[in-house]
């Protein structure tokens, strides 16, 4: 009797970065939508992008943890994904993975900045500044 076993050999992609495109760490960008775009990873088969909102009182919030099908042809150079956000802090980072690896990016940090108020002009008591 012949006794075969065959297994799915994935490439180790442990020892690649997951590298941010954007935003960068540190980054204050206005409320509204946020792309988030990191490289491709040779040999990933997925991708997941986590935003949460840091907190020290407890674990923060998730915002998003999205998954990602990479290109089954190995043609795109980076993957990216939209998000709205509101005013405050957040943290994020993205793994690129396979069925046996994952790697991760560092954990980056972001500050959606509040919209200014708009600017309502003072009114006069004097009546002879008022135009006819």
Do not use: K
């Amino acid at each position: 009797m012949l006794g075969v076993s065959c297994d799915i050999l994935e490439e180790d992609i442990s020892g690649h970065t997951a590298r941010v495109i954007a935003p960068t760490n540190g980054a204050e960008l206005p409320p509204g939508e946020v792309t988030f775009r990191w490289e491709a990873v040779e040999g990933a088969s997925g991708y997941a992008l986590r935003v949460v909102t840091p907190s020290f009182a407890e674990a923060g919030r998730i915002v998003a943890d999205t998954l990602l099908a990479a290109d089954t042809l190995g043609l795109a150079r980076s993957y990216g994904c939209r998000l709205t956000l509101e005013a405050g802090r957040y943290e994020w980072t993205v793994a690129a993975f396979n069925a046996g690896y994952e790697t991760r990016s560092a954990t980056l940090q972001l500050t959606v900045a509040t919209e200014p108020e708009p600017e309502v002009p003072e009114e006069s008591d004097n009546p002879e500044s008022v135009e006819p």
